[in-house]
């Protein structure tokens, strides 16, 4: 089952800004606006930073934004924060109940 | 506020059936619209979509996993069951719940996982 491809990893001092792709194809990234991208600290659930493309829930600071061009979609942190140090995935929906979601492959941001 | 938690066995047996509850709160899985999914994440490896169970009681399943997986709603009203049949050490794997709503296929809450270990 092929994920979307993400940069392994991906660093910034604090203030600065990261930006994060996260590669599909026209099945999935490219077809649809349903991308969502998560962060997870070590042993913590997934939480929900952006979704639609560029979409922030209630209480997510908006020093993280969204975008999409083409087949591949991006996370930009700005300001980044020691508190930004987390794993960072995106999903896309394929709009098939045979596979609904398609998960990105994991970026491990550093704050320096 | 809406929450998920996964439980089960920590170590299972190869051809053992795995079975794990995800006990969540703060949502109907009876208001239409809302669907209890489950994702798997090897070690190392990237997160798998594993099946899903909507408000209807309608289940589905990735392809390749069907003929040993099962979705079903629990006894109690706020828990949503998986069964994987004849497991092998190639499931080893951080399970997850989560929540989603079909209008917008947003999985908007997670549980933080629970890691099966598949080994003799």
């Known amino acids: 089952q092929s994920a979307l491809t993400q940069p392994p990893s991906a660093s910034g001092s604090p203030g600065q800004s990261v930006t994060i792709s996260c590669t599909g194809t026209s099945s999935d990234v490219g077809q649809y606006n349903f991308v969502s991208w998560y962060q997870q600290h070590p042993g913590k659930a997934p939480k929900l930073i952006i979704s639609e493309v560029n979409k922030r829930p209630s209480g997510v600071p908006d020093r993280f934004s969204g975008s999409k061009s083409g087949n591949t979609a991006s996370l930009t942190v700005s300001g980044l924060q020691a508190e930004d140090e987390a794993e960072y995935f995106c999903?896309?929906?394929?709009?098939?109940?045979?596979?609904?979601?398609?998960f990105g492959s994991g970026t491990n941001v550093t704050v320096l | 506020q809406v929450t998920l938690r996964e439980s089960g066995p920590a170590l299972v047996k190869p051809t053992q059936t795995l079975t794990l509850t995800c006990t969540f709160s703060?949502?109907?899985?009876?208001?239409?619209?809302?669907?209890v999914t489950w994702i798997r994440q090897p070690p190392g490896k990237a997160l798998e979509w594993l099946g899903y169970i909507d408000w209807d009681d309608a289940k589905h399943y990735t392809p390749s996993l069907k003929t040993r997986l099962s979705i079903s709603k629990g006894s109690s009203e706020n828990q949503v069951v998986l069964t994987m049949t004849n497991m092998d050490h190639v499931d080893t794997a951080t399970y997850y719940c989560?929540?989603?709503?079909?209008?917008?296929?947003?999985?908007?809450?997670w549980g933080q996982g629970t890691l099966v270990t598949v080994s003799s």
């Open positions: 703060g949502f109907s899985l009876t208001s239409a619209g809302m669907c």
């Open positions: 989560a929540r989603f709503d079909y209008s917008d296929y947003v999985i908007d809450q």
């Open positions: 999903v896309s929906s394929t709009g098939s109940n045979r596979r609904p979601f398609v």
